[in-house]
């Protein structure tokens, strides 16, 4: 296999005095399938400064699956195919953020961000639906963490 390529390492790195993005080779690849989040991370590599054509949408969101999972050995996962990884993430552009959708790479990868994911299948399980984790209980696990952090404030001595 050729080791060789780019993939989506995020990182922003100061140069004279303006911020671009690095662009790291040979780190571990992205998944987005499962981590609809890093498309964010991955626009910051289409904010390069000079020419805007120089990494586009699509080309963003290749290497953050079908290239990354090239680089990694695995072609059973990266895109969508009989036999492929079932993982997906659902993401809704109908909003006011991310409209309006001229085109769907474009608005996943310079507009949509984590509230936006609907749904998340990961192995062929359903994990998020609707914005919703299904595989626990969330609110009695927001109510343990606020219990959690209450009682932390109280040993700290902390008053609120």
């Known amino acids: 296999m050729d080791s060789t390529g780019a993939i989506h390492a995020p990182g922003w790195v100061w140069v004279d005095g303006e911020r671009i993005a690095a ?5 571990p690849p992205v ?3 499962t981590r609809a989040e890093h498309v ?8 390069l400064p000079g020419d805007a054509n120089v990494l586009l949408p699509f080309d963003v ?17 990266g895109h ?16 006011a953020r991310c409209m309006p959708v001229h085109r769907p790479d474009s608005a996943l ?17 359903i994990l998020l639906d609707a914005g919703r984790v299904v595989l626990l209980d969330e609110a009695a696990l927001l109510e343990e963490c606020r219990l ?3 009682n932390l404030l109280r040993r700290a001595g902390v008053e609120i």
């Open 23 to 27: 662009v790291g080779a040979g780190s």
């Open 31 to 33: 998944n987005l399938a």
């Open 40 to 47: 964010i991370d991955a626009s910051h590599m289409a904010v």
């Open 61 to 77: 969101l290749e290497m953050a699956t079908v290239s990354g999972a090239r680089l990694f050995g695995r072609d059973d996962m």
């Open 80 to 95: 969508i195919a009989p036999g492929a990884a079932a993982d997906i993430t659902l993401v809704n552009l109908d909003n």
């Open 109 to 125: 990868v310079f507009n949509a961000s984590g509230p936006d994911v609907h749904t998340v299948i990961v192995a062929g399980q």
């Open 148 to 150: 959690a952090a209450q």
